[in-house]
């Protein structure tokens, strides 16, 4: 996920004085094209005052890959800091909001580069870049314009502000200030930002939607997150009723940081989290050989992956070759003569996550990776090695199901997928092609209640199967 700014808004950009500033990297696990490239920019920080930032980035980047899932995907993220200087410290106080008696903080307006205001919005604990939302100071097109003249590949962007007093906020570009509960604010906010989380506090009826851990469904057989009913504290929980339409709304825990900042993040929101890693960056970092680049080959010959592995490592690989499985969960083979046949030969691998955070089975979406090569092998030995990778999302909903399911592909190589629908017998019920970006309903209201299964095949290589659940 790289950012493309809109023509319009990059028109409107050039309106702006691009600035060129200091960019450094905090964290780094190879390419940006490969990895999810945090940004932060430092608001409220003079020039003197930059190396505190760049440490302040530092211990908010270590917080944060001590949290799950940071932790277990922290080889997915790369982390760089724009050091933008302001020519004073700190966050603007105008003492304008309407939640306590003001002046609840000293009064002040301070010089910032992007206009870090308290009381936004009316909310004394906001801080934003525009007090009222409405882009009086054009600050949401600068912050654009610094990101696209000095980092335009990231994917998310966040605004660190020199501020001891408590405060944040989410949105497009999320802030959070410097003091003790700072980085656990970030972490919220980003949870909203970049993985579109819902607060788990009723946060009024504007905001109210379905989501990853939001819903009106309270039944347990449909609940978006049955397949963690009654782990680690998940349930159906009604909103706690403060204004609005509250009582219509159903969260999955009591205690995760999407209420309260001090919690970890629940079940649920790690699992959609993990997805939103996965639908970013593949496991599969490198591999070789790449097309065409072995001269003269000559036997054995090797094939190697380069996996980005969560810590712990839960990535699985199922290396199939001519549709014939040869080696799992190892990051390298190597071929003999005598494995290939004569002419055509087809190497497949294809890698998936097993982690504990998720639940396939009977959740909605899972994802796969491969790499193909084609080896063209003669009796004079190998003419030729091609290669090529593809990302895979499947969708398959809903699971338990009584009359239909239903199941959405799509892929970078817009592949057709195979599926076989198959017995715990090992019976072939039925077999469906799916084009990438269709969606199709199947009937299996017909089935006797049990569990089946789904193998996904790609080019004749099985690359992936899921229980279904006729009830």
Not at 371 to 400: A, Q
Request: net charge negative.
């Amino acid at each position: 996920m790289k950012h493309i700014l809109p023509i319009v808004l990059f028109f409107s950009l050039q309106c702006i004085h691009a600035q060129v500033f200091e960019v450094e990297t905090i964290k780094n696990f190879n390419g940006d094209e490969k990895r999810i490239n945090l940004v932060i920019l430092s608001e409220g920080y003079q020039a003197s005052e930059l190396e505190q930032f760049k440490t302040d980035a530092i211990n908010f980047t270590n917080a944060m890959f001590n949290q799950s899932p940071f932790k277990e995907y922290a080889n997915y993220f790369n982390v760089h800091i724009i050091k933008v200087p302001s020519n004073e410290s700190g966050a603007d106080h105008p003492g304008t909001a309407t939640n306590v008696t003001e002046p609840a903080s000293p009064i002040r307006n301070v010089d910032t580069y992007f206009n870090a205001t308290y009381d936004s919005f009316g909310n004394h604990r906001l801080i934003y870049y525009e007090i009222d939302g409405f882009s009086a100071n054009n600050t949401q097109a600068k912050i654009m314009n610094v990101l696209a003249t000095n980092f335009p590949t990231y994917d998310q962007a966040m605004i660190l502000v020199n501020s001891s007093e408590y405060g944040g906020s989410g949105g497009l570009f999320p802030m959070t200030y410097t003091g003790f509960w700072g980085p656990r604010v970030m972490i919220h906010e980003l949870g909203h930002s970049l993985f579109n989380l819902k607060d788990e506090y009723y946060a009024g009826d504007i905001l109210a939607a379905e989501a990853i851990n939001m819903t009106q469904d309270d039944n347990p057989s449909t609940v978006k997150w049955k397949n963690w009913l009654g782990s680690n504290n998940v349930g159906i929980y009604q909103y706690t009723c403060v204004t609005g339409n509250c009582a219509d709304w159903y969260k999955p825990h009591q205690n995760c940081i999407m209420e309260s900042i001090e919690k970890p993040f629940c079940s649920v929101c790690k699992e959609g989290m993990v997805e939103k890693i996965h639908s970013l960056v593949s496991p599969i970092d490198s591999y070789t050989p790449i097309s065409n680049s072995i001269n003269n080959p000559t036997f054995p010959i090797d094939f190697q992956l380069d996996l980005i592995h969560p810590i712990p490592n839960t990535l699985e690989s199922t290396w199939t070759l001519n549709t014939v499985e040869f080696a799992t969960n190892v990051d390298a083979i190597s071929l003999l003569d005598t494995d290939l046949n004569t002419g055509m030969n087809t190497l497949t691998v294809a890698v998936t996550d097993a982690t504990v955070l998720l639940r396939v089975d009977n959740h909605e979406s899972f994802h796969v990776s491969t790499v193909t090569w084609s080896i063209d092998n003669s009796s004079l030995g190998i003419d030729d090695i091609t290669s090529e990778t593809n990302d895979f999302s499947i969708s398959l909903y809903p699971n338990p199901s009584n009359d239909v399911i239903t199941i959405k592909v799509e892929n970078t190589l817009n592949t057709d997928l195979k599926v076989d629908l198959i017995s715990l017998e090992g019976k072939k019920i039925k077999t469906i092609i799916i084009s990438n970006y269709e969606t199709q309903n199947i009937d299996i209201s017909y089935l006797s209640q049990g569990i089946y299964i789904a193998n996904f095949y790609a080019n004749n290589v099985l690359i992936a199967y899921k229980k279904v659940v006729k009830n």
